[in-house]
């Protein structure tokens, strides 16, 4: 996605990245996911820096595009429009009402008149542009306070979304909101393989770099960075992955020699976990020939070996006939568990969505139950927290199945604070009668 320019921004500056913030918002708006939304309005002549400024923004955008809308009503004469006008506003509300405050007020005013001016379709608007974010500037509080009884704006998430949640989980639902509305920290899986986790923390310290153990090999570093800035990364000592991702591998009991799937395997987290932690002939799945090429990136970095093959998880097409010892099935699902790392799914899910999805699995589900040899294991695993999606679908594929339930953690709520800091995970261990 392309804007006609008369006279860019210069690289570096904010205006120029909150014009290609908004560009990709605008695009998130239409219903394309935020990363492609952003690969989209980069070219080879944006820098990192702005690249970087970018992405922060609509990031932050998505994360209080409901507060935002709301308080633009409240201003605007009328629905802005073009397109570009709405979502270059809702990114500097946003970042005006972020208490974090990542830019002076009045710089986010002044760079976001010059960013609007910049664009021959929309510089008759810089006028409004400057009236709406001087008076939200002003009156930030009054106009917030007049907003909040409205769930949509007091929570960024759809109304749906928030009842749904409501129903879901009474007693931790706001919770679970908040989590989802807090910056995802960076937490790292060190190779065991290459190092132990002290070591790694000292690595760490030597690059002027904290980091603090989360769990049997996660890490989260405190002050998040680019992957190519972490020591070891590119040599592959440490995968980025959530601490609650981090708990599939372990919980297969995986040894040398055996036959080993991983379904919907990209972007092959949980792959490489696997063969970090035994020698297994492990297969990699996924029906994405684009997305099987990050897992064979990721094998590649960390010096391990896999099959990867291109196939539907809900079909057979792809299998030699040989069963499997243990089976990952990582489920298509809402990823409802996951916002903070992709807020942009609020605004993108649809309420029909969890009971389709969820449909579309229980076949997955089924098929693969039927490849998986007598006495073997089969995970399943979602990072939803819609019931439809995870415990309610366990308990029907144990019901059909007859596969004998083993313990496994359920579902895991989001958390976000100092001790316990991990993504919204579910997940359900069976196993398969011997012969």
Request: charged residues 20%.
């Amino acid at each position: 996605m392309s804007t006609n320019i008369a006279k860019a921004p210069p690289q570096g500056s904010l205006a120029a990245a909150l014009l290609l913030a908004a560009e990709a918002v605008a695009a998130v708006t239409q219903g394309t996911a935020l990363p492609a939304a952003l690969a989209s309005v980069f070219n080879p002549s944006t820098t990192p820096e702005t690249r970087g400024a970018a992405q922060d923004i609509a990031y932050r955008c998505m994360r209080r595009l409901g507060t935002a809308d709301a308080v633009i009503q409240l201003v605007a004469a009328r629905p802005p429009q073009p397109a570009l006008l709405a979502s270059l506003l809702q990114c500097a509300v946003a970042l005006l009402l972020d208490p974090q405050r990542p830019y002076e007020p009045y710089t986010v005013v002044d760079q976001a008149v010059d960013a609007i001016a910049s664009n021959p379709h929309t510089a008759h608007t810089k006028g409004m542009v400057n009236a709406v974010l001087r008076r939200i500037l002003r009156e930030e509080q009054v106009l917030t306070q007049q907003v909040l009884s409205r769930l949509r704006a007091r929570w960024n998430y759809p109304d749906w979304w928030v009842r749904g949640m409501q129903q879901a989980w009474p007693q931790q639902w706001e919770s679970i909101l908040m989590a989802g509305n807090a910056a995802p920290p960076l937490t790292l899986r060190v190779n065991r393989r290459k190092c132990e986790v002290p070591q790694y923390l000292e690595l760490l310290a030597a690059h002027g770099m904290q980091g603090i153990q989360l769990g049997p090999q996660a890490v989260r570093v405190m002050q998040p960075v680019p992957v190519a800035r972490l020591p070891g990364f590119a040599d592959g000592l440490v995968s980025v992955q959530d601490a609650a991702a981090q708990l599939a591998a372990p919980l297969l009991d995986l040894h040398d020699g055996q036959r080993v799937l991983d379904a919907c395997a990209a972007p092959g987290g949980k792959t490489c976990h696997m063969l970090e932690l035994a020698e297994l002939d492990l297969t990699a799945l996924d029906v994405d020939p684009l997305r099987l090429r990050r897992v064979q990136e990721n094998l590649d970095r960390t010096g391990l070996t896999a099959k990867l093959v291109q196939g539907d998880a809900a079909g057979a097409g792809w299998w030699d006939g040989a069963p499997f010892d243990r089976i990952l099935a990582d489920l298509p699902c809402t990823a409802s568990g996951i916002v903070r790392r992709h807020p942009d799914i609020r605004w993108l899910r649809r309420p029909e969505d969890a009971s389709r999805l969820a449909r579309h699995s229980a076949s997955i589900l089924d098929n693969l139950w039927r490849m998986l040899a007598p006495g073997g294991k089969l995970l399943l695993v979602t990072c939803s927290l819609w019931p439809e999606e995870s415990a309610l679908q366990a308990q029907a594929f144990a019901a059909r199945t007859g596969a004998r339930p083993l313990p496994a953690p359920g579902q895991l709520l989001p958390e976000a604070n100092p001790q316990q800091d991990h993504d919204g995970l579910f997940y359900a261990l069976f196993q398969k009668a011997p012969v």
